[in-house]
């Protein structure tokens, strides 16, 4: 069984950074994994994607120069390192699995989710 386990959200002023981590397990092939967040009310928005190798990496314009993903497959971790935190950070994020090895922004293209972990920037 494949599960995704984020941790890493947390209360944060405007300007400063986090790191989120996320852990999969139950899933030993190449894949990709992306980074999602969700407010409530609102549709879920891509943040970042990255190849199975790490050699190829995407952004959405809004985090873009701010947040960095990357990761460690002897760990069969994911991270998202995201810098200059603003108000409008302030959601809930989620790592996601892709069982291709490289994957896009749309959502519904990924297969496993984690349960997510709330980020709060302050302002």
């Known amino acids: 069984q494949v599960q995704l386990v984020e941790s890493g959200g947390g209360l944060v002023q405007a300007g400063g950074s986090l790191r989120l981590s996320c852990v999969v397990s139950g899933h030993t092939f190449n894949y990709a994994m992306g980074w999602f967040r969700q407010a409530p009310g609102k549709e879920r928005e891509f943040v970042a994607t990255i190849s199975w190798n790490g050699d190829f990496t995407y952004y959405a314009d809004s985090v873009k120069g701010r947040f960095t993903i990357s990761r460690d497959n002897a760990q069969n971790t994911v991270y998202l390192r995201m810098n200059s935190l603003k108000p409008e950070d302030t959601t809930v994020y989620y790592c996601?699995?892709?069982?291709?090895?490289?994957?896009?922004?749309?959502?519904?293209?990924?297969?496993?989710w984690g349960q997510g972990t709330q980020v709060t920037v302050s302002s």
């Open positions: 996601a699995l892709d069982r291709a090895v490289i994957a896009g922004s749309i959502d519904s293209e990924y297969d496993y």
